[in-house]
């Protein structure tokens, strides 16, 4: 059974620090890509970042320069993690393995 668990999530102050992390399990972790998206209120579900097999990072616009995406193969795991969370990072945030999804983690910004 596939299951992926966010954890980290919370209240956090405005240019303080985020760390997300997601623990997987029931498939052959090591072999997939995998990545992080955010749902804010209102608005569609967007991707953050996403980090393939070799570690290779990618990040979307609004994540460039900001977040940082990383993975440990030996704990089944990812992170996100960012120094400067701004008010507008406010959202539900997600795991996922393209083929799974996670609950989500809700991470509230306050200004």
């Known amino acids: 059974q596939v299951q992926l668990v966010e954890s980290g999530g919370g209240l956090v102050q405005a240019g303080g620090s985020l760390s997300l992390s997601c623990a997987a399990s029931?498939?052959?972790?090591?072999?997939?890509?995998m990545g992080w998206y955010r749902q804010a209120p209102g608005k569609r579900r967007e991707l953050v970042a996403s980090?393939?097999?070799?570690?290779?990072?990618y990040y979307a616009g609004s994540a460039k320069g900001r977040f940082t995406i990383s993975r440990d193969n030996a704990k089944n795991t990812i992170a996100l993690q960012t120094d400067n969370v701004k008010p507008e990072d406010t959202a539900i945030y997600y795991c996922t393995s393209f083929d799974h999804w996670g609950q989500g983690t809700q991470v509230t910004v306050s200004s």
């Open positions: 980090i393939n097999r070799s570690g290779t990072p």
């Open positions: 029931g498939f052959s972790f090591s072999t997939s890509n």
